[in-house]
Nanobody, 124 residues
Framework: VQLQAFGGGLVQAGDSLRLSCAAS????????IGWFRQVPGKDRDVVAA????????YCTDSVKGRFTISRDNDKNMAYLQMNNLKPEDTALYYC??????????????????WGQGTQVTVSS
């Protein structure tokens, strides 16, 4: 599975962005999908995750109520809608896929496939 994350950019605080994760090489309908972010010098942290069916989702506390994870298995895509962005959301955002799709993994080690990252920069 190859993943490509895109949709990042430079925005102002309070703006919205939608990140997309495009999968190729294999259907991801049975994979769990996660979005992670990383700033220089720090660990890569989970932002949100979704089970293969979309019935179960997870969002880290700092983005609850602002970010929404979703997926479209027919299009082999996953998304991260980010609203009311804050400067502390600035990071390189990655999407990842886990073949054990019934779970909602929240740790880096649980994911087998990673995209290349898309930069999100939020100015104050």
């Amino acid at each position: 599975v190859q993943l490509q994350a895109f949709g990042g950019g430079l925005v102002q605080a309070g703006d919205s962005l939608r990140l997309s994760c495009a999968a190729s090489g294999q259907e991801i309908r049975h994979y769990a999908i996660g979005w992670f972010r990383q700033v220089p010098g720090k660990d890569r942290d989970v932002v949100a995750a979704i089970s293969w069916s979309g019935s179960t989702t997870y969002c880290t506390d700092s983005v609850k109520g602002r970010f929404t994870i979703s997926r479209d298995n027919d299009k082999n895509m996953a998304y991260l809608q980010m609203n009311n962005l804050k400067p502390e959301d600035t990071a390189l955002y990655y999407c990842a896929a886990d073949p054990w799709g019934s779970k909602v993994p929240t740790s880096v080690s649980e994911y087998d496939y990673w995209g290349q990252g898309t930069q999100v920069t939020v100015s104050s």
